[in-house]
Structures are given as structure tokens and as C-alpha cells.
């Protein structure tokens, strides 16, 4: 094989696909894929934005300008977002908005999926009655409404950053619960799983060896694109007042304090939700082409 | 000489594919005629273009990303790459009928059988669905389906692997086409089921004399069925002669190596290895200078490795695309 | 076929138990639900102790659920602490309408588009229309619905505006007030003129992430070989897609409408939240951020129970249509 690819190489041929490693090869048909690159350079710029963003423009998110004439400021010099109704500068607010609504939207897609994964997991290998009370109570969770269910949680939790992860991960398992379950219930028939068990292999080695890491590529998908989900949640909870709390800013709960001045200071509504409505763009363009490159024909 | 009718003449066909990763010549230059109740077997491995030619003929390749770039098939005289589509569409499952490997997935699994069938017969003929009915249980009697008229009314997930084969079958034949293309169609059969099936169009041909090109890799199968056979390697046609011909005295080192290589009872001594054909097929992305087959040639020159060998007609209607031919 | 729904019914009970189990339980997390009451001077103590009481809150959790689950199931849901004078049973059965009619218009508003479009993308896959449906799918699953709903109320409502300097679009609310005991005719128009906005809204995500689904679920049924049998028979393009190819690519998109019901009843609690609508979705809200906690429970409850009676008409309707399914 790598004869051919230097002969290849010699005559200045394309290499075919033939010639890659298995990641090799999902990284070249990603980075063919061109919406799954403009997701890329979205987030990336997202990321430096929020990331690098303070670095350059310096300002405290929390400093209010005292004073009538500091409130609403359109965007100049020296706030080049302007002021919201505190006189706090916007896009500082911006930047380390973003960073607390990254970090939830992050932290609360890995750990559903890792949740998810293992409920799916347990409930495909075993089968039987564990697999039915599991599938019940996923189903269950699941013909809950988002949205009332998710309030309620937090309504009743508290207000801050962990709840509002513990929320979203509560309700956010059960997707990648089935996912996981109906795979695994797939691969539990292929030989490789008869033969380990065969040898002797106990349950827990074959359902962490054999069959998880044949699970992880439909996970890394569903938890780039639940990152994106994640983060629409933060959102509407901190939207409706019960996730971040003041002073410290996130995108969401920049919109709920602008919902009151649409009719004056329609810009403040503008900038966090399309700042929202971007990254979570870039991740679903991003994890789609993931799914693409990762395999082709799979329908997910 | 064959002094029939010639019904289907391919001249110098060629369709490529064009993928992400190149370009695959699946089908380069082959050239083939069939005649009027002639059956014609295509036998080569997997990868060699037969089954693209085929579906060439009807003009089923997907495209993207193939596409038929060159050549002429003529059928009764016209050439069939020159129609316009529904043109075609009325030659598809009239006058020239396809059936394929997988019965398991070539029928609709949400209609029955029955519908299936009508379709076909309404699709072509002028008659109304109470006479497509009747016409479509004589199918299905015709093809040995015991209990045509309860049969009708399922579907395909209720029939066995045979039984659907003899579906697509009646389906195929129910406007009197006159060719008959079976891609493989026995393949996916278990042995004793293949046999039954290959029964059934023998039959089938002689009682209602279309012509068949059959295609497999299976080199039995056309010994019990060809009259004609004609090999194909790496898109080109490499043989082709009378079944009796191409058994008795292969000339292409390629069909030398296929025959040696099945396992015979009485011939070889038990503890000689089986003789294979040396190497691979090749890539379709990486095709060989020169003589496709001359990297796993025994026979290979200096000139096979430079050269592309053109068809030559060694005996009457024996042809064979090699530079050093065997003796006969 | 009765069986199975039978069957399927009796399965949704322990679902519904579940799901009063995790409701009275999330509520339950909350010490004491009264504790806003006691607040305000114009409330007796003495009605604060015979509400406590009603509510079983002098007993202990396990006592407490048996007593609200009988109460729920005879249909004595309580007082409303948000509407105090009213009971819950009557506020939500004033609400609950509003929201099956504005969930119901857009649904079918947004199923009636999101087929189609998704059917032309996987038809002319990697066209100019292809890859305008995809983007706009992916907006649509993108887009933060409060904020496009907030969107749509500062262009139709600040920006554009009537001749008579009204805003284009009303920004809330559900009719005019007044117009209550209009004719039929007119407060349709009326009424419509208030749901344009957050049936868009609520339909520009479901279709976004609909029409990605009807697409690929419509390419893989493409690619399958009895689509290729259909073409083979001589079957018209519009059949092979309409006939051959739609029903079966309809079974997966079944489903997937039936798991988005609990995203659609949700996500209309924030649209109608922000619209001013007086459905289920903004009355839990409201509920939930008063401390409300016995209607939020009922209101929960029923919304779910919503879902689940869906997907159990998704699931009929999903055996109707796969003649597959072993009503087993």
C-alpha cells in the first residue's frame, strides 16, 4: 500500500482512497465538505472572538457609567457595541457573555452524552427487563415538553451556572441513550462480540473495549451538534430569568434584559442573538459534515 | 456463423465514472452482440464492467457520477444512446427487460407483489387493471408460484429468496420483451434455489424464445445455459466464442486461469494446491500500461506491458484481445 | 390491527405514570410552595392552613403524591394561586385550546412545506435548490426561536406599520379585544392576523429540521434497488418518485414528526410567552416563575400526556403505512 501511494506520488497522481488511515480519511472528506469548513471558520472565529476578544479591546463588563447620558449609547469609539440600559459596555459583555454560554453549552453536551452513553450502553448489552425500565423511563422523559420541563427544573433548583448545566443534562440524555442503545443493539450480533465473549471476556470488558469505541463516532456528532442545543437552552432558561444571574452576563440573559427596549434599543436584542443564533449555526454546519466524513452512507 | 436476426449490437461502449477519488473506466471498449433468441453469457469478476454494461443498455447508470462517454448500441438497428428519454422508457420492461441480484431488495417492500406485476403489464399494454390482474396470475403460474391468485395480494417480506426471484422474473417477462438481461441473478440464491431458478428460465427461453445475456461470475452457470460466452476483464471484453469453444479451447491466458482454477473431481490430485490466477484486479484507479491482465500473465512480454492488444479473430467467431494467444 | 392499538393504549399508562411521578417529584424538590402566600397580608392565615391542608402538605411526600393523584384523576385539580377566585381546572381549560390551536395551524402549516421542499432537494440533489433548502434548514434549526420571534416583532410591529400608523402585525395577544362575539368570519380574519407571527416563528424551525429529514430520508430510499427495478420496468420518473419512492421514504419522517411533539409544545411555551398568548406554554411559565406550583404540575402533566397521546397516533398511523410491522 505505501508503494503505491510513493508511486503514486512519483507519477503525480492523486492519492486514491485506498492510500489513507481510517482518521486520515474522515478528515479529508471533512475538509472537502464545504459547509462543514464554514462551520469551522465560524466557530473558530466565535472562539477567538470570545477568547482572544478581551485581549484586545479592553473593558470591564460590569463597569457602569454613571449617569443618564452613559445609558443606550449607540456604538462609537469608545463602545463600539454602545452601552445597554446600565451603561455597561456591550461588547465586553459580549465577550465574557460568551464565554459562560460556551462553557455551559460545552460542559452540558459532554456530560448528556456521556450520561446517555451509559444508559445506552447498560440497556443494549443487558437487554431484558433493565433494557424496558430504561427505555420507559427514557421514553417518558422524552414525551415531556422541553421546555415547561426544563423551567420547572430550574425554577425549582435555583438560579446559576451548575444548575443550569444539571438541567440541561437531565434533559438532554435521553437522545443519546437511545442512540447508543440502538447501536449497541446492533453491534451485540456482530462475531467479534461472540468471539471475546468466547474467550471469556466479562461484560464489562466487552461493553467498554469492544463495543463503546465503535459508538464514539456517532457520539462525537451528537454531542457537536447537542453543543448547539445546549446552548439554545442556556439561553431561553437565562431568557426567562432563571439561569445567570445579574451582574455577570451571558448571551441569554443579555436578551432578557433587552426585551423590554425593543422599541428603543433594538440593537441590544440584535447583537447577543445573533451572536447565539452564529455559533450555534457553526456547530450544527460543523457536526453535519462531521457526520458526512465520519461515514457517508450513514443515516443517523 | 450465427444466421439469426441480430437484435442488440454494442460498439466500442464506454462508461466512466467520475468520483471524489478519480476516474473509473468501468466499462472501456467493449464490443458484444446479441442475436434473436441467442443466449449470451458475460462472465467476469467482480469490478470488470459487466453489470455497468448492462445497465448501459438501459440506460439505468446513475449519473452523477457516471456516465456513458462513448460507443454505439444498437438496437433492431437504432442506436439506443441516441433516444431521448421516454423513448427509452418505452423500451425499459417491454421490449428489453432487467432483473437483478438482490430479490430481497429489488421489489417495494410496501406494495404487493401483485400491484408490482401490474404495473409492469399496465405500464406497456393498453388494458385495464381486471385484465392486468388476470394477466398477472398467468405470470406467476408461468413461473411456478403455487396459489398465483392468493399470492397476488402479498408482499414481498412473505416470500422466500426464490419466490421472489420468480417475481421479478414474471415481472420482467410479462410484456414479451425480447431480451432478457439477468445481472446476477442467481448470485444471492442458495445452490439447490439457483438450480430451480436457472430451470425455470431454460424453460422459459425455449417457450418463449427471447434472447438472454447473462451475467455472473459464476462460470457453471453459463456452462449449463450459454450458448455464446464472451470474458470480460478490467472493462474490456478479453474472449468470447461458443460455450463449447470457450470450454473446450480457451485462447485468452485469463480464461486459462479461470477454468484451471475450479475445482474438479476427477482431474486434479488431492494434494496439489489449487492453481489461482497470480495478483489482483486491478484498481480501477491504478489501471496497468499496456494489457490490462499482463501484470498476473504468465505469458507477459515486454510488448504486453507497452502495447494494448486489439481483438483478433483467431477462428470463426472465436475472438480474443491478446498478443500471444494460446495454442489451441 | 386492533390488537396491536389496544396494546399500545395500555402501554401508554405507565408512561403517563412516570410522567406524574417525575412532575410531582420535581415540584416536590421545593420546601414550601405556600411561602409566597404567607407573604402577602391580604391572605388569611387561616386559608393558608385549609390550603395546606387540601394540598396534603402536613403529610408526608408518599401520602402527599396519592392524594394529588386522586385529586388529579377525579378531576379536582385545585385552586389557581395565579388567578386566585378561579380554579386551575378552569384557567387551563382556557388555555389549553388556545395552544392545540395555534400548535395544530403550525404544524400542518409547517409539515405542508417542509415534505415537499425536502422531497424536490433529494430529487435535484446538489442543485442550486438543494443547497438554498439546506441552508434554509439549517437556519431554521439554528435560530433561537425567542429571538426570532423577536425579532419579527420589531420589523412588523416597530418598523412597518400601517397606513393608519398602527403596527403592521399586532405584537400579542390572540384577538382584538372586543371582538369576542364578532361573526365567525371576522374574527377569523381578526384572529389570523395575530397568529401569522408566532405560527412563523414556531414553523421556520420545525420545517428547517424537517425538510433535512424528508431529504435524507428520500436520497436513502433513492438509492434503493427497488427503486432501480421501477426505473427498469419503464416506469416514469414522476412514478418512481411519487408512487415507488415517497411511501416508503414517508415511514422514518412519521416518526421523527411524532418525537418533535414535545419540542413543538415547548417551544411554543417561549413563543407564546412572548406573543402574549394565552396557551398552556406561557401559563406554566407564568405559573412556574409565580411559584404557582399546582397548576404548573397539572399544566406539565398535560402537555405531556399531549405528547404521548401523539405518539401513539404516529405509531398507528406508522403501522398502517409499513405493511412490515408484525402487529406482535
Same mark, same amino acid.
Given at each position: ?300 | ?67 456513458? +462517454?462513448?460507443?454505439? !448500441? ?5 442506436? &439506443?444512446? %441516441? $433516444?431521448?428519454?421516454? @423513448?427509452?422508457?418505452? *423500451? ?100 439447490? +434455489?439457483?438450480?430451480? !431458478? ?5 424453460? &422459459?427461453? %425455449? $417457450?418463449?424464445?427471447? @434472447?438472454?445475456?447473462? *451475467? ?113 | ?328
Amino acid at each position: 500500500m505505501a508503494e503505491k501511494a510513493i508511486e503514486a506520488k512519483k507519477k503525480g497522481q492523486k492519492k486514491s482512497s485506498e492510500d489513507y488511515t481510517y482518521v486520515g480519511m474522515v478528515f479529508h472528506r471533512l475538509t472537502r465538505h464545504k459547509l462543514a469548513m464554514v462551520g469551522a471558520f465560524m466557530l473558530i472565529f466565535i472562539l477567538l472572538f470570545v477568547f482572544a476578544g478581551p485581549l484586545i479591546w479592553r473593558a470591564d463588563p460590569n463597569a457602569q457609567i454613571e449617569g443618564l447620558g452613559g445609558m443606550f449609547n449607540l456604538p462609537s469609539r469608545a463602545h463600539p457595541m454602545g452601552t445597554d440600559d446600565y451603561g455597561r459596555d456591550v461588547l465586553a459583555r459580549m465577550f465574557f457573555g460568551g464565554r459562560i454560554s460556551l462553557f455551559i453549552g460545552f460542559i452540558s453536551a459532554i456530560s448528556s452524552t456521556i450520561v446517555g452513553a451509559m444508559v445506552g450502553l447498560v440497556a443494549g448489552y443487558y437487554g431484558g427487563w433493565a433494557d424496558n425500565i430504561l427505555m420507559r423511563f427514557t421514553d417518558a422523559m422524552l414525551s415531556i415538553p422541553t421546555f415547561p420541563l426544563l423551567i420547572a427544573l430550574a425554577s425549582v433548583l435555583g438560579k446559576g451556572v451548575w444548575q443550569i448545566i444539571l438541567v440541561i443534562v437531565f434533559f438532554g440524555w435521553m437522545v443519546d441513550a437511545r442512540l447508543v442503545r440502538g447501536l449497541v443493539l446492533s453491534l451485540k450480533e456482530q462475531e467479534y462480540v461472540e468471539a471475546a465473549h468466547a474467550i471469556g471476556a466479562s461484560a464489562n470488558r466487552i461493553m467498554w473495549r469492544h463495543l463503546f469505541p465503535n459508538t464514539l463516532a456517532v457520539l462525537i456528532v451528537s454531542t457537536t451538534i447537542g453543543i448547539g442545543g445546549a446552548i439554545i437552552y442556556e439561553a431561553s432558561i437565562s431568557f426567562l430569568g432563571f439561569g445567570v444571574q445579574a451582574p455577570f452576563a451571558s448571551w441569554g440573559n443579555m436578551l432578557q434584559n433587552a426585551q423590554q427596549f425593543i422599541w428603543n434599543s433594538p440593537r441590544l436584542i440584535i447583537f447577543p442573538g445573533l451572536a447565539i443564533f452564529l455559533t450555534v449555526l457553526g456547530f450544527n454546519f460543523f457536526g453535519d459534515g462531521l457526520r458526512d466524513a465520519i461515514d457517508p452512507k450513514l443515516k443517523l | 456463423m450465427d444466421n439469426r436476426e441480430v437484435l442488440v449490437d454494442i460498439k466500442n461502449l464506454r462508461t466512466f465514472f467520475y468520483t471524489e477519488d478519480g476516474v473509473v473506466p468501468a466499462v472501456d471498449g467493449i464490443d458484444l452482440t446479441i442475436h434473436r433468441g441467442e443466449v449470451l453469457g458475460l462472465v467476469g469478476e467482480s469490478g470488470c464492467g459487466k453489470s455497468v454494461t448492462a445497465l448501459s443498455i438501459l440506460r439505468l447508470i446513475p449519473n452523477p457520477p457516471g456516465k456513458i +462517454i462513448g460507443g454505439e !448500441i444498437f438496437f433492431h438497428g437504432e442506436d &439506443l444512446l %441516441k $433516444k431521448n428519454e421516454e @423513448a427509452m422508457r418505452m *423500451i425499459r420492461g417491454d421490449k428489453i427487460s432487467m432483473i437483478f441480484q438482490e430479490p430481497m431488495t429489488s421489489l417495494n417492500p410496501v406494495y404487493t407483489i401483485g400491484n408490482q406485476i401490474s404495473e409492469a403489464i399496465t405500464l406497456h399494454q393498453k388494458i385495464d387493471d381486471a385484465e392486468a390482474k388476470k394477466r398477472t396470475i398467468e405470470m406467476l403460474h408461468l413461473v411456478g408460484i403455487p396459489e398465483p391468485e392468493r399470492r397476488f395480494n402479498q408482499y414481498p417480506h412473505e416470500m422466500s429468496g426464490g419466490m421472489r426471484q420468480r417475481v421479478m422474473i414474471a415481472m420482467a417477462l410479462s410484456s414479451n420483451p425480447e431480451l432478457l438481461i439477468s445481472d446476477e441473478a442467481t448470485t444471492a440464491l442458495d445452490v439447490t +434455489i439457483q438450480a430451480q !431458478i436457472l430451470d425455470l428460465m431454460r424453460g &422459459l427461453q %425455449k $417457450k418463449l424464445g427471447m @434472447a438472454i445475456l447473462i *451475467i455472473t461470475h459464476n462460470l457453471a452457470v453459463v456452462a449449463e445455459m450459454a450458448e455464446t460466452i464472451a470474458i470480460a476483464y478490467a472493462g474490456k471484453i478479453v474472449e468470447s466464442a461458443t460455450a463449447k469453444e470457450i470450454f473446450k479451447s480457451p485462447r485468452h491466458p485469463y480464461t486459462y486461469g479461470l477454468l484451471q482454477s475450479i475445482p474438479k473431481f476427477t482431474e486434479r490430485k488431492t494434494n496439489e494446491p489449487l492453481p489461482a490466477i497470480e495478483g489482483m484486479v486491478p484498481s480501477p484507479y491504478h489501471m496497468p500500461k499496456g494489457c490490462r491482465f499482463n501484470p498476473r500473465c504468465p505469458f507477459a512480454t515486454e510488448k504486453c506491458r507497452e502495447e494494448e492488444p486489439e481483438i483478433l479473430e483467431l477462428t470463426p467467431g472465436h475472438l480474443v484481445r491478446c498478443f500471444h494467444p494460446i495454442e489451441s | 390491527m386492533r390488537d396491536y392499538i389496544i396494546r399500545r393504549v395500555l402501554g401508554m399508562i405507565p408512561l403517563i405514570l412516570i410522567v406524574m411521578i417525575v412532575s410531582f417529584g420535581i415540584f416536590s424538590l421545593v420546601p414550601n410552595p405556600f411561602a409566597a402566600l404567607i407573604e402577602n397580608p391580604r391572605i388569611k392565615k387561616s386559608d393558608i392552613q385549609r390550603l395546606i391542608k387540601a394540598w396534603g402538605f402536613d403529610l408526608p411526600w408518599y401520602l402527599r403524591f396519592f392524594k394529588w393523584f386522586s385529586g388529579v384523576v377525579h378531576g379536582d385539580w385545585g385552586p389557581s394561586l395565579l388567578y386566585p377566585g378561579s380554579t386551575a381546572r378552569d384557567v387551563i381549560s382556557r388555555a389549553l385550546p388556545v395552544t392545540v390551536r395555534v400548535m395544530g395551524i403550525e404544524f400542518l402549516f409547517a409539515l405542508s412545506i417542509a415534505l415537499p421542499i425536502g422531497i424536490i432537494s433529494a430529487v435535484k440533489q446538489y442543485s442550486v435548490t438543494d443547497y438554498i433548502v439546506t441552508v434554509i434548514s439549517f437556519l431554521g434549526m439554528s435560530m433561537p426561536t425567542f429571538w426570532f420571534g423577536l425579532l419579527m416583532m420589531m420589523l412588523f410591529s416597530v418598523v412597518l406599520k400601517r397606513p393608519s400608523g398602527m403596527p403592521l402585525l399586532p405584537p400579542g395577544g390572540i384577538i382584538t379585544p372586543g371582538l369576542e362575539e364578532a361573526p365567525f368570519w371576522a374574527k377569523l380574519g381578526d384572529r389570523a392576523q395575530y397568529l401569522v407571527m408566532p405560527v412563523f416563528v414556531l414553523a421556520f424551525s420545525s420545517v428547517g429540521g424537517w425538510a433535512r429529514y424528508m431529504r435524507s430520508s428520500m436520497l436513502e430510499v433513492i438509492r434503493q434497488d427497488y427503486i432501480r427495478t421501477a426505473r427498469a420496468k419503464g416506469a416514469p420518473e414522476h412514478t418512481v418518485i411519487n408512487k415507488h419512492a415517497l411511501r416508503n421514504a414517508m415511514i422514518p419522517i412519521v416518526t421523527l414528526v411524532a418525537l418533535s411533539m414535545p419540542g413543538i409544545v415547548g417551544g411554543a411555551a417561549i413563543t407564546e410567552h412572548i406573543f402574549n398568548i394565552p396557551g398552556m406554554g406561557s401559563l406554566i411559565i407564568a405559573a412556574e416563575i409565580k411559584s404557582d406550583y399546582p397548576t404548573a404540575m397539572i399544566g406539565l402533566l398535560l402537555t405531556s400526556i399531549l405528547v404521548i397521546v401523539f405518539n401513539l397516533v404516529a405509531d398507528i398511523v406508522y403501522a398502517w403505512i409499513d405493511p412490515r410491522i408484525k402487529y406482535s
